[in-house]
């Protein structure tokens, strides 16, 4: 048994989930005991911001903040490896790497870490993953704890709760209804039509996502990609051109709703 302080560490990642679990854990044990985590990728969507301002006002706490200092742009080009759905080093280095530290920094200060994580029931799988990961990553394992799985009687509805209870708005991409809200709608685990919501959402941001793709094609001179179909390289570029441009606005809007199976997969950032 360690002699260390329990500290409750809420992964509070922008989610409407999180948030509510914050509140819970505050509640029950108190602010003085409470942590509302929250690495920055310096990507976020600003209304995602404001949300979790809004949040952390409405709990009582100030959010901790850790921010590594780079985008997930400046990683890829750093460690000559383009993100994709399979591989995604950028919430390696930006987001894991900083909770780990997180966790060791506060171990040498004599508290000992207890994660909440704003995942329900029907997400049962990403928490055994999540307690898997936190089991063998860092120095010593760390308690992982879901209360909308363990401790709640029901799935709360926290998206309600908080628009009509806490009277915030919810953050404006769910209601642009993309499936990854993190890191503004350029999450480079985000599939073809995620990329197509975004494009019929903020075409300039679809436009600089395909930029900083080119670019590192050319500069890496690699045939390389975010995005692949049937097991390949498929540009954001040749996406816009022969598909999303030659469709009309209703015929995108719906092919921008559909998922494909591993557009299911939330983001491990969704979490952290
Ligand atoms: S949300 Fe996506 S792009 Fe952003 S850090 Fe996580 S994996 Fe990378």
């Known amino acids: 048994m360690s002699d260390r302080q329990d500290l409750h560490v809420v992964m509070f990642s922008g989610g409407a989930s999180s ?3 914050g509140k819970w854990v505050v509640d ?18 600003k209304d995602n911001y ?5 949040c952390a006002e409405y709990i009582g706490l100030e959010i901790t903040k850790r921010v590594e200092g780079r985008t997930p742009e400046e990683v890829f080009f750093d460690i000559r490896f383009l993100g994709n759905a399979r591989l995604a080093q950028c919430s390696e280095e930006l987001k894991v790497k900083q909770t780990l530290i997180y966790i060791e920094e506060l171990r040498l200060e004599g508290y000992e870490p207890i994660l909440y994580f704003g995942i329900g029931p029907k997400e049962q799988h990403r928490a055994d993953s999540l307690k898997r990961h936190y089991k063998h990553f860092p120095l010593e394992p760390v308690e992982c704890r879901f209360p909308m799985i363990d401790s709640m009687s029901q799935e709360p509805k926290a998206r309600h709760i908080i628009e009509n209870e806490w009277n915030i708005d919810l953050p404006r991409m769910y209601k642009l209804k993309f499936h990854h809200a993190n890191c503004a709608g350029r999450c480079v685990r985000g599939g073809l039509h995620h990329y197509a919501n975004l494009y019929r959402v903020w075409p300039q941001r679809y436009k600089a996502q395909e930029e900083m793709e080119e670019r590192f094609r050319k500069e890496f001179d690699a045939d390389v990609s975010i995005l692949k179909k049937d097991g390949k390289p498929y540009t954001l570029k040749y996406h816009r ?6 469709m009309s606005p209703k015929e995108l809007e719906e092919y921008a709703q559909r998922r494909d199976k591993e557009e299911e997969i939330p983001c491990f950032c969704s979490f952290s």
């Open 19 to 21: 948030a509510y679990v």
């Open 50 to 54: 404001r949300f979790l301002e809004e």
């Open 241 to 246: 051109e022969n598909v999303l441009e030659k």
């Open 28 to 45: 029950k044990y108190g602010k003085d005991n409470t942590v509302l985590f929250f690495t920055d990728t310096l990507w976020e969507d």
